[in-house]
Each structure stands twice: as C-alpha cells, then as structure tokens.
C-alpha cells in the first residue's frame, strides 16, 4: 500500500525523522486554519498518489491566509495526471539551502537492503541515474548486520552532502533505514531530503509503500487502508465479486482462468496494442458473470473495443454464449466486441452466437485474429 505524503510524514515523524510541522485538511476553511496553526509562510501541497505536484500546480507557497485560502480553493478538487485531489497537507515553508535524495528499498536478487542517497535532489531519481548514475551513492545494506551511524557517516561523505548537513543527515538515515525495516517499508523515500538556510535537516517529501505481507503485524495501519482512495473500475468490479485490475489501455479483456487472461494480455501487446484491464470471470461465465463483466468494462471510458477471449474446458462455451448474448440484453456497451471462443462446446456456442454477429459483436477463429482485430478496432 502507497501512502500519501502527508502520511508519510506522519510515520516518519514517529521514528524520529524530522519534518516541518503541519496538519492535513479537506477543506478550505479547513486549511486556512490549518495555515494559521502552522505560521506563515506555509506551503500548500495537493496529497495524490502521484508524484510531480509541484510540476503540475499542486504545491504552492502562501505569504498568509488569504493565499492559503486562495491555493487551497484552486487545488482540492483539482486533477493531477487522473488521481482527484482530496486533501491538503499545510505546512511551514521552508527556506531551501539544498536539495538531496535519499530512499531505502529492496534488492531482491542481491538479497540486501539497498540505501541510495544522492546529492542532486528534488528532480526524479530517474533522471540522475540515467544522466548522472555517479551521483547517486548506493549502499548495500546486510539486513542482519544493519545500518550503524559509521557506515551512515561514512555515506554521507561519498554522497558529497555540505559539511553542514553531514551529522545530521546521517542520524535521519539512520533513523529512516530502522522506519524502513521496523516499519515494514516496500520503499521509504525523501525527495527532496533538504538542508535549509538556518542548517537543518529535514523531509520536504515523503514516498512511503508499505509492505501489505506484515499488515497483521500493523492494526494501525487500518487508518491508512481508509483513506486509500480506490480505482472506481477496481471498486465496481469487487462489488461485483470479479477478479478484476484496471491498467492502462484501451483493449478491455474478458477472459476465463487467471492463465489465460494472462495470456490474453500477452497476445494484446503483440498485436501492438495495451490492455484496459485484467479480467478472470473464472468457470462460472454465466449470464450474470458475464454482464457484470462487460458492465465494468464498459464503465471505463478509455476502452475503445473489448476482447471476450473463452477457452472452455469445464467452462461449456455455448453456456458462455448464452451468457453473452443474455448479458448484451442488459448492457448497452459503447465499444465493438471481439469474440475467441474455443474448447468444450464451441461449435454449438458458435451456432447460437451467429445470428447476433454485427460489427459491433465479431467472432475470430483464433486469439491471434481476435486480439489483431480487436487492437485494430481500438484505434491509435
Ligand atoms: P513532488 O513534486 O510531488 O515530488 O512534491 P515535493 O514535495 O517534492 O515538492 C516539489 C518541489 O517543491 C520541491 O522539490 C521544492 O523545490 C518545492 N517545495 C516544496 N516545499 C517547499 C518549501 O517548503 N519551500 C520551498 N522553498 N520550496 C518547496
Ligand atoms: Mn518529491
């Protein structure tokens, strides 16, 4: 699970790692109160799951209240790359001297912690690996042993931070690394990890995925499970009791068994197109399954044709027909549909689909030709 930064913060301010102090508000009144507990000048920063606000418009500096009310009006409620702004998180400004990078994560071949640090921060760490991979300093971390403040001393200086901010960077890193694993992080980031002008170190940023394995050892992070905001095509289809995850696309797929759905995303990307989501509507592709299906398929506006791809085995195909065309009585779907039906019973599905085939419902032979027409159908 993905925190927001304001989140983040929280989680790091409890192991000790300092961030400038603030509060969290979903509304505007809400955040002017929340401006005024701070002191100006504050930042105004949209909380979305998705990194580059301040690229796109959602972190703002505020002199006093009446520009913190007016920034929190122009971001709650704003759009940043399709993730909805909720909340704002409202804290002290802070008077940048320097701008650093710092993070933990797993290497899972090496089978180590590994801790980056890097003295070009606040761009994408992306970026400086791939322009300047020697000003990231890696340190392989044995998780039995951990990271003591020598080590960390000894990181701070290959990184090549200002002398001033050295010691203290160093005992956050250490504090982070043990929010890291005590804390049972997938990945803790701080980008940018600032110097300011009066010599402090602090979290301007904060990137935090939990490891969703060690929940049951965390009843507290029951409060952030709350305020997770779900994908609504992911919400649909688990009222709807599917297997069901949204992806990028524009190809929606139904298909039946986890394999084969797998497969059938395969098949879309070879055709030179990109699946909308995946979809395992299982053995039972009964009528209701199937409208379900399409009915949260279709609730996506992205999706621009649909791919039915059927191997039945104890799945009988000409039950999945019926289920199809029962399941297009209900559902007036916006996008072509593309037909692969094959296995047990698919003459006699085949039969019952034929007088219902249009250019909007299309059977191919096989799922190469299904998944071509379809992408093909989908457009650009
Ligand atoms: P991101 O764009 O989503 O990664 O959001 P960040 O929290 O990292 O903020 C982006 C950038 O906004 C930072 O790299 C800073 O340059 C700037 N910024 C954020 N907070 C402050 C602040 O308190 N003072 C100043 N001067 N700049 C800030
Ligand atoms: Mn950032």
């Not at 300092?18 to 701070?38: I, K, N, R, S």
């Not at 209240?65 to 709650?76: N, P, V």
């Not at 909805?84 to 912690?113: C, G, M, Q």
């Not at 804390?183 to 980031?189: I, M, P, Q, T």
Request: charged share 25%; aromatic share 6%.
């Amino acid at each position: 699970m993905d925190l927001f930064e304001y989140q983040g913060k929280q989680y790091f301010a409890r192991f000790g790692i300092p961030v400038p102090p603030g509060g969290v508000a979903e509304t505007v009144d809400e955040a002017v109160a929340q401006a005024d507990a701070a002191g100006y000048p504050v930042v105004v920063k949209a909380q979305v799951k998705v990194g580059g606000r301040g690229k796109a418009g959602g972190i703002k500096l505020a002199n006093n209240a009446d520009e913190a009310r007016e920034h929190a009006t122009a971001i709650l409620g704003m759009d940043i790359r399709g993730h909805v702004v909720h909340r704002v998180w409202v804290e002290r400004a802070s008077d940048i001297a320097e701008e650093y990078y710092a993070s933990f994560t797993l290497d899972r071949p090496n089978k180590v912690h590994l801790g980056m640090l890097s003295a070009q921060g606040g761009v994408e760490i992306e970026e400086v690996a791939a322009t300047s991979p020697e000003a990231i300093a890696r340190l392989a971390i044995d998780p039995v042993r951990g990271l003591d403040l020598e080590t960390a001393r000894r990181w701070v200086d290959d990184a090549s931070l200002a002398e001033a901010a050295r010691e203290q960077a160093a005992v956050l890193l250490c504090d982070l690394y043990t929010c890291y694993v005590q804390g049972d992080c997938d990945l803790a980031e701080i980008n940018p990890l600032i110097l300011t002008t009066e010599g402090k170190v602090h979290a301007l940023d904060a990137k935090v995925t939990l490891d969703d394995n060690a929940t049951f050892r965390h009843p507290e992070w029951a409060e952030f499970a709350a305020t997770e905001t779900e994908d609504p095509r992911e919400q649909m289809a688990r009222d709807r009791g599917l297997t069901y995850i949204g992806l990028d696309g524009t190809v929606g797929i139904i298909a039946n068994g986890a394999g084969l759905a797998m497969s059938t995303l395969d098949v879309v990307n070879q055709a030179g197109g990109a699946a909308a989501n995946f979809l395992d509507i299982g053995g039972g592709a009964n009528a209701d399954v199937m409208a379900s299906a399409l009915e949260v398929i279709n609730s996506d506006p992205k999706v621009t044709s649909i791919f039915v791809n059927i191997f039945g085995g104890i799945t009988r195909v000409d039950e999945v027909a019926k289920g199809i065309i029962a399941a297009l009585d209900r559902v007036a779907i916006a996008a072509p549909i593309v037909l692969r039906l094959d296995g047990t019973n698919a003459e006699a599905g085949r039969a019952l689909l034929a007088p219902h085939l249009s250019d909007r419902l299309i059977a191919e032979p096989t799922m190469l030709e299904a998944a071509a027409r379809a992408v093909a159908l989908a457009g650009g």
